[in-house]
């Protein structure tokens, strides 16, 4: 069982994500966030970016640069073991249930968050266990900041 530390969107699209109290998440993403590429982001299978707030600690601890929503990600979460997800793993957070589609490629849109903009420190082929992951919506809602997270 975790909580979620934050909830982030950018109305303006891309990154970073902004810390907000409360998102609206529907079966097509977060209602308060807009994609610039939806060739890449976005849509029922990558409605939902989550990433590890441990995670974002410890690259910090390497000097990177990185904070919460630098990367993208719609829903930071704590307290959860990062290496039991995978692909099919069912998600209870606040009100929504979500269904992990896959895990975020890094790009170069978000090389500021890393020393000498290396990028690919989040990337799964490079660092297993160590990506944000994408989910579909099972059930939309509202999820707030406190808000209890259940890995099925």
């Not at 993208?72 to 992990?100: C, F, H, K, P, Y």
Request: proline share 4%.
């Amino acid at each position: 069982m975790g909580i979620v530390q934050s909830v982030n969107a950018n109305s303006l699209g891309g990154v970073p994500k902004y810390p907000l109290e409360t998102i609206n998440i529907g079966i097509e993403g977060v209602m308060e966030d807009k994609q610039n590429d939806l060739k890449y982001h976005g849509g029922p299978n990558r409605a939902v970016c989550i990433f590890s707030y441990e995670r974002i600690k410890q690259l910090q601890s390497e000097g990177n640069s990185i904070y919460i929503g630098s990367t993208g990600e719609n829903i930071t979460i704590r307290g959860v073991d990062w290496d039991l997800l995978e692909v099919g793993s069912i998600i209870n957070i606040g009100d929504i249930i979500i269904q992990l589609t896959g895990v975020a490629p890094p790009c170069k849109t978000i090389k500021k968050s890393f020393k000498e903009g290396k990028f690919n420190r989040i990337s799964q082929k490079i660092y297993p266990g160590w990506s944000r992951w994408y989910a579909s919506v099972l059930k939309k809602g509202i999820v707030n900041c406190g808000d209890v997270v259940i890995l099925e």
